[in-house]
Nanobody, 118 residues
C-alpha cells in the first residue's frame, strides 16, 4: 500500500519562506511526474508546480520566480521551496505523485496548510 506524507506547512509573514516536502512509501516500482497543487477557501484546486521524471519543470504564472520544485528520486520525495510568500499564497497544499505499484496511479498527499499573514 502506497502512502504520501507531507510536511513543512505553517504560518509565515509576507516575504517569508517555507519548504514543503512529500515522501512516498510502500510498494513502489517506479515514479513518474510529481507535483504540488493548492486549494484556497472557496476556490478550485490549482496546479502550482510540477516536475517530470527527467527533471523538466513547469509553474503556475502566479509563482514563477518565487517557488522552486525539485525531486530526490532516491528518497521518493518531492520538494517545494516557496520564497517571497504573499497572502494570496495562503491555501492547503497537496502533493500529487504518479507512480507504479501494481498499476500506474495518481496518489495525493493529505494536505498541509500554508498561511501567509502578518
Amino acid at each position: 500500500q502506497v502512502q504520501l506524507v507531507e510536511s513543512g506547512g505553517g504560518l509565515v509573514q509576507p516575504g517569508g519562506s517555507l519548504r514543503l516536502s512529500c515522501t512516498a512509501s510502500g510498494s513502489i516500482f517506479s515514479i513518474g511526474p510529481m507535483g504540488w497543487y493548492r486549494q484556497a477557501p472557496g476556490k478550485q484546486r490549482e496546479l502550482v508546480a510540477a516536475v517530470t521524471s527527467v527533471g523538466t519543470t513547469n509553474y503556475a504564472d502566479s509563482v514563477k520566480g518565487r517557488f522552486t520544485i525539485s525531486r530526490d528520486n532516491a528518497k521518493n520525495t518531492v520538494y517545494l521551496q516557496m520564497n517571497s510568500l504573499k497572502p494570496e499564497d495562503t491555501a492547503v497544499y497537496y502533493c500529487n505523485i504518479r507512480l507504479l505499484d501494481s498499476t500506474w496511479y495518481n496518489y495525493w498527499g493529505q494536505g498541509t496548510q500554508v498561511t501567509v499573514s502578518s
